[in-house]
């Protein structure tokens, strides 16, 4: 498996989502998670299946992008299964800090709209977008509800809108040379993801964040048919273990040659690790 959405549960992930969310959000995901350091965690995925995987910073409404970039760098450079993507602060020259982790070798931007309070289609990322389009790189994007802030009351806060799918197609509309990642198919607006996906040929559905097999059944039907080579395997770990993911994965009627794309093919055309 080639699971594009990882995050290490070490300090940076819990002091991101601070103890209360952190605690939601592991009820929301009914999930045991201690805290690890990155080599424990990639020994733990490698045992669960995975060969390699895409590891994603959690940004947070105000934070030091560089510092949590370079921790991304500083993991992914001493791995041989990983890529990294990195984190901007849209309000301290987001420019400046994605040109500074794409020269570092991180792969492109990941984009959490609510938790960092940001629409995709913000005019303060214009910048960022740029540069990433210049490098053929990749936008993934938290879209849909969330497991973050799930089950408290406001949601702790967090708002879904921010994470519409319809925001990213105006920016993948714009920036063709780069792939848009809509990270969990946008549910519940699942219809809107793959009407993007179909339209642009640039925009991935990523399949992390759920069972498999709680997943729709409409978006199995498109990835068995028309949009086989833009759909990416993921689990979300460590809310998600990949050992869960994969078994009911391996239940889901699929072609073997649409699995095999699913499961690590398209992921190694689109990351090039």
Do not use: C
């Not at 103890?19 to 995925?45: I, T």
């Not at 995975?50 to 409404?61: D, E, F, I, Q």
């Not at 964040?209 to 068995?224: A, D, F, L």
């Amino acid at each position: 498996m080639f699971d594009v959405h990882v995050h290490i549960p070490d300090e940076n992930l819990f002091e991101a989502l601070g103890e209360r969310v952190m605690e939601a959000s592991l009820k929301y995901f009914r999930a045991d998670v201690h805290r690890m350091g990155f080599r424990e965690a990639e020994e733990d995925l490698l045992a669960q299946g995975v060969k390699h995987y895409a590891l994603l910073p959690v940004p947070s409404r105000s934070f030091d992008a560089a510092k949590l970039n370079r921790v991304v760098h500083t993991y992914v450079s001493s791995s041989n299964i990983a890529v990294g993507l990195a984190a901007v602060d849209p309000s301290r020259e987001p420019g400046e800090q994605i040109r500074e982790a794409l020269k570092m070798g991180l792969k492109g931007l990941k984009l959490h709209p609510n938790l960092q309070f940001v629409y995709p289609n913000d005019p303060r990322l214009r910048r960022v977008y740029e540069s990433i389009d210049e490098a053929g790189g990749v936008v993934l994007v938290h879209t849909g509800t969330s497991g973050i802030g799930g089950g408290l009351r406001g949601g702790g806060g967090f708002k879904l809108d921010y994470s519409r799918p319809i925001w990213v197609d105006e920016v993948a509309a714009e920036y063709p040379n780069t792939s848009f990642i809509l990270a969990h198919f946008g549910w519940p607006w699942v219809s809107e993801a793959i009407a993007i996906s179909l339209q642009k040929a640039n925009v991935y559905l990523e399949l992390s964040g759920w069972s498999p097999k709680y997943i729709p059944q409409e978006v199995w039907s498109y990835t068995n048919t028309l949009l086989q080579d833009r759909v990416l395997a993921g689990s979300d770990y460590p809310f998600i273990k990949p050992r869960r993911w994969l078994e009911e994965f391996s239940r889901i009627p699929l072609r073997d040659d649409v699995r095999e794309k699913v499961l690590h093919l398209n992921a190694e055309r689109l990351f090039r690790p």
